[in-house]
T-cell receptor, first 115, second 112 residues
Framework: KNQVEQSPQSLIILEGKNCTLQ??????????LRWYKQDTGRGPVSLTI?????NTKSNGRYTATLDADTKQSSLHITASQLSDSASYIC??????????????FGTGTQLKVEL | DGGITQSPKYLFRKEGQNVTLSCEQN?????MYWYRQDPGQGLRLIYY???????QKGDIAEGYSVSREKKESFPLTVTSAQKNPTAFYLC???????????FGQGTRLTVV
């Protein structure tokens, strides 16, 4: 079972609408949580990175929230555009015994924005 | 301009052959990583390096090898021992292991 679960697996919305993507994780001890956007055939691009003490962080039309108690995060996209069509990946960084961090990736939510 | 460059973008290999994927960064980052991405799965860590001349195995290192002779370069060799090498390979770097990672544009390897 993947330790970082994302939902929905895929989503289709109309241009201009808002949407929210979910991420639940079970990994610990938690260091930080990241959201990436990945266009088809390209490398992921960072949207936000949040530490344990941060509840929300915005990057333009993207707003991420984090509830470290329930181990849940969401990514809200406002006023969607066609260029938002991509895979959105939730990544949790955990602290390794002896130091260092390890990234655990979700499988992503595939978003398609249509006219 | 700064960034991470992977080459080639597409690569075809015959079964039984070794092939090397290039990854270069000019961000002055200490840490570099190689990931493999398969359909329906999250990225999986192959190898990572936190400093020159040192690297560590990730979750799926079997059939792969790396070197880190220079800070800027972290090439990945896919050997003939890798049973299912066809995949999308992503290289990344970060200032430290705990900080934001920047990804290259990926190399799609196909075994023919």
């Amino acid at each position: 079972k993947n330790q970082v679960e994302q939902s929905p697996q895929s989503l289709i919305i109309l241009e201009g609408k808002n949407c929210t993507l979910q991420c639940n994780y079970t990994v610990s001890p938690f260091s930080n949580l990241r959201w990436y956007k990945q266009d088809t055939g390209r490398g992921p691009v960072s949207l936000t990175i949040m530490t344990f003490s941060e509840n929300t962080k915005s990057n333009g039309r993207y707003t991420a929230t984090l509830d470290a108690d329930t181990k849940q995060s969401s990514l809200h996209i406002t006023a969607s555009q066609l260029s938002d069509s991509a895979s959105y990946i939730c990544v949790v960084s955990i602290i390794l015994t002896g130091g260092g961090n390890k990234l655990t990736f979700g499988t992503g939510t595939q978003l398609k924005v249509e006219l | 301009d700064g960034g991470i460059t992977q080459s080639p973008k597409y690569l075809f290999r015959k079964e039984g052959q070794n092939v090397t994927l290039s990854c270069e960064q000019n961000l002055n980052h200490d840490a570099m990583y190689w990931y493999r991405q398969d359909p329906g799965q999250g990225l999986r860590l192959i190898y990572y390096s936190q400093i020159v001349n040192d690297f560590q195995k990730g979750d799926i290192a079997e059939g792969y090898s790396v070197s880190r002779e220079k800070k800027e370069s972290f090439p990945l060799t896919v050997t003939s021992a890798q049973k299912n090498p066809t995949a999308f390979y992503l290289c990344a770097s970060s200032r430290q292991v705990s900080t934001e990672a920047f990804f290259g544009q990926g190399t799609r390897l196909t075994v023919v």
